[in-house]
T-cell receptor, first 116, second 111 residues
Framework: GAGVSQSPRYKVAKRGQDVALRCDPISGHVSLFWYQQALGQGPEFLTYFQNEAQLDKSGLPSDRFFAERPEGSVSTLKIQRTQQEDSAVYLC??????????????FGPGTRLTVL | SQQGEEDPQALSIQEGENATMNCSYKTSINNLQWYRQNSGRGLVHLILIRSNEREKHSGRLRVTLDTSKKSSSLLITASRAADTASYFCATSKAAGNKLTFGGGTRVLVKP
C-alpha cells in the first residue's frame, strides 16, 4: 500500500518563475490538504479539497497560489511568479472522509522549494 | 498564524529517560493530534485525542488533554535514540477539518 507521494522532492526556481507541485494521495482518500512549512516552524494550512471540490482556500497567501484536483485524486499546487518568501517545504496530506471518530491525516514527504 | 505554542522548544535527554512536552491552544477544538517529524521527512501521526477525552495511551506514548486550560501534554517513556525528532501538536475544530499546528518541540535523545 503506497502512501502519499509528492513530486518533485526538490525544486529550485529563479524568482519570477512559475512552479507546479504534484501530490498523489492514498487511493480512495476523499480529503486532500496542502500545507506550507517554513524552516524551523510548524506546517501552516493552505487549502483543502473534498474530492474535486476546493472547500477551503483561506490559507493561500496570495493570488499567485492556485491549487486544483480536477478528478478528485491527484492534486497540483501552482505558484506563479515565485518570490523568495515562497521558499519552504510544501506538504500534502490525505485522509478518509471525516467521521465522528476524528481525522488522522497521512502526509507525503514534501517538496522543498527554494527560490533564488 | 499558528494556533498554539509548544514548550519547551527543544529538549535533550539521555536514552531511557522520559520526555515530556506541552502544547497550548487558543480556540475550542474537536480533537488534538500529535505528529512526529524526522529531519527532512514528512509528518507521521502518533496519536489523536478527542475533546471529550482526558487521557490516552499508545505504546510508550501518553497524551493528556485539559480543555479548561486549553492545553495538552505528550509523554514519551523510556526514550530511545530513534525518538529523536520534532514533535508537533495539531488541533482541529471539526472532524475531517484542517489541522492547525504548533511550532514544535525538537527532541534529542542521546545514546
Amino acid at each position: 500500500g503506497a502512501g502519499v507521494s509528492q513530486s518533485p522532492r526538490y525544486k529550485v526556481a529563479k524568482r519570477g518563475q512559475d512552479v507546479a507541485l504534484r501530490c498523489d494521495p492514498i487511493s480512495g482518500h476523499v480529503s486532500l490538504f496542502w500545507y506550507q512549512q517554513a524552516l524551523g516552524q510548524g506546517p501552516e494550512f493552505l487549502t483543502y479539497f473534498q474530492n474535486e471540490a476546493q472547500l477551503d482556500k483561506s490559507g493561500l497567501p496570495s493570488d499567485r497560489f492556485f491549487a486544483e484536483r480536477p478528478e478528485g485524486s491527484v492534486s497540483t499546487l501552482k505558484i506563479q511568479r515565485t518570490q523568495q518568501e515562497d521558499s519552504a517545504v510544501y506538504l500534502c496530506a490525505s485522509s478518509t472522509t471525516g467521521t465522528s471518530g476524528g481525522n488522522e491525516q497521512f502526509f507525503g514527504p514534501g517538496t522543498r522549494l527554494t527560490v533564488l | 498564524s499558528q494556533q498554539g505554542e509548544e514548550d519547551p522548544q527543544a529538549l535533550s535527554i539521555q536514552e531511557g529517560e522520559n520526555a515530556t512536552m506541552n502544547c497550548s491552544y487558543k480556540t475550542s477544538i474537536n480533537n488534538l493530534q500529535w505528529y512526529r517529524q524526522n529531519s527532512g521527512r514528512g509528518l507521521v501521526h502518533l496519536i489523536l485525542i478527542r475533546s471529550n477525552e482526558r487521557e490516552k495511551h499508545s505504546g510508550r506514548l501518553r497524551v493528556t488533554l485539559d480543555t479548561s486550560k486549553k492545553s495538552s501534554s505528550l509523554l514519551i517513556t523510556a526514550s530511545r535514540a530513534a525518538d529523536t525528532a520534532s514533535y508537533f501538536c495539531a488541533t482541529s475544530k471539526a472532524a475531517g477539518n484542517k489541522l492547525t499546528f504548533g511550532g514544535g518541540t525538537r527532541v534529542l535523545v542521546k545514546p
